[in-house]
């Protein structure tokens, strides 16, 4: 069974009362998360999940919009020797320092070909680079203090849009820095988007694209390299495209 927490509404699953579903039938859990949540969040393997993967973009990667960018995943230790690549394992050298080696390794380079379980090229270790840099840069308070800033910042920014009588959240569930807006009956989004463009802003994604009964929805993602002015100019010019 696979999950996204937080899913496409931006909304945080109730993972605890799906993993016994799951494995009550024998099955794995899989979940699909943002990393940089989970700096704050409970962390899958304490709430049963057997394998974790996601996108290391919002570890330091350029949007580029769109692209490239490095996927991860990790597994519970009973699934450690089916993963594919290599695994890093934490050692310290003659002077008692810190140190990475590889401790398994399961590429075609190494093996048979027909029991390789993957074929990783330069292009994602270039990115998944990238995003250990960032990691290590930023390091554990860090992340924590960025985690913070996009729940602070999303969360501001959802309490103005419920103070506005044209605009509301669409949902209750708790979220990370992504939520749904609803927006008045009739809204025409293309011109809102354009409208934002104008102004510097890129619009939320319309809803409607893939939930075509949630029409005059939009998905609005809030960072921690937004300012609170940039987020209030972002409201009232939702308000004023509303009106």
Same mark, same amino acid.
């Not at 057997?50 to 699934?79: H, M």
């Not at 270790?125 to 308070?141: E, H, W």
């Not at 009964?213 to 495209?241: C, R």
């Given at each position: 069974?696979?999950?996204?927490?937080?899913?496409?509404?931006?909304?945080?699953?109730?993972?605890? @009362?799906?993993?016994?579903?799951?494995?009550?039938?024998?099955?794995?859990?899989?979940?699909?998360?943002?990393?940089?949540?989970?700096?704050?969040?409970?962390?899958?393997?304490?709430?049963?999940?057997?394998?974790?993967?996601?996108?290391?973009?919002?570890?330091?990667?350029?949007?580029?919009?769109?692209?490239?960018?490095?996927?991860?995943?990790?597994?519970?230790?009973?699934?450690?020797?089916?993963?594919?690549?290599?695994?890093?394992?934490?050692?310290?050298?003659?002077?008692?320092?810190?140190?990475?080696?590889?401790?398994?390794?399961?590429?075609? %380079?190494?093996?048979?070909?027909?029991?390789?379980?993957?074929?990783?090229?330069?292009? %994602?270790?270039?990115?998944?680079?990238?995003?250990?840099?960032?990691?290590?840069?930023?390091?554990?308070?860090?992340?924590?203090?960025?985690?913070?800033?996009?729940?602070?910042?999303?969360?501001? @920014?959802?309490?103005?849009?419920?103070?506005?009588?044209?605009?509301?959240?669409?949902?209750?569930?708790?979220?990370?820095?992504?939520?749904?807006?609803?927006?008045? %009956?009739?809204?025409?989004?293309?011109?809102?988007?354009?409208?934002?463009?104008?102004?510097?802003?890129?619009?939320?994604?319309?809803?409607?694209?893939?939930?075509?009964?949630?029409?005059?929805?939009?998905?609005?993602?809030?960072?921690?390299?937004?300012?609170?002015?940039?987020?209030? %100019?972002?409201?009232?010019?939702?308000?004023?495209?509303?009106?």
């Amino acid at each position: 069974m696979l999950i996204q927490s937080p899913n496409f509404f931006g909304c945080i699953e109730d993972v605890c @009362a799906i993993e016994p579903i799951a494995h009550a039938h024998k099955g794995l859990l899989v979940m699909s998360t943002n990393p940089l949540s989970l700096a704050l969040l409970e962390s899958p393997g304490k709430l049963g999940v057997d394998v974790c993967v996601g996108d290391a973009q919002p570890l330091g990667i350029a949007p580029s919009f769109g692209g490239p960018t490095c996927g991860f995943f990790a597994v519970a230790e009973p699934y450690m020797r089916r993963i594919p690549g290599r695994i890093v394992g934490l050692t310290k050298d003659l002077d008692g320092k810190r140190g990475f080696v590889l401790t398994l390794q399961a590429r075609e %380079q190494h093996i048979r070909r027909e029991k390789a379980t993957s074929n990783i090229c330069s292009n %994602q270790a270039l990115l998944a680079l990238a995003a250990s840099i960032y990691m290590s840069v930023m390091g554990k308070k860090g992340i924590q203090e960025v985690a913070k800033l996009n729940v602070q910042k999303s969360h501001y @920014a959802a309490a103005q849009i419920s103070s506005k009588e044209q605009i509301s959240l669409a949902f209750q569930a708790p979220y990370f820095n992504e939520f749904v807006v609803r927006l008045p %009956q009739g809204t025409d989004i293309d011109r809102l988007h354009t409208l934002l463009l104008d102004n510097g802003y890129i619009g939320g994604l319309d809803i409607a694209r893939f939930y075509p009964e949630l029409a005059g929805h939009m998905l609005i993602a809030v960072t921690e390299k937004k300012s609170k002015s940039d987020i209030e %100019q972002f409201i009232d010019l939702l308000e004023v495209s509303c009106v």
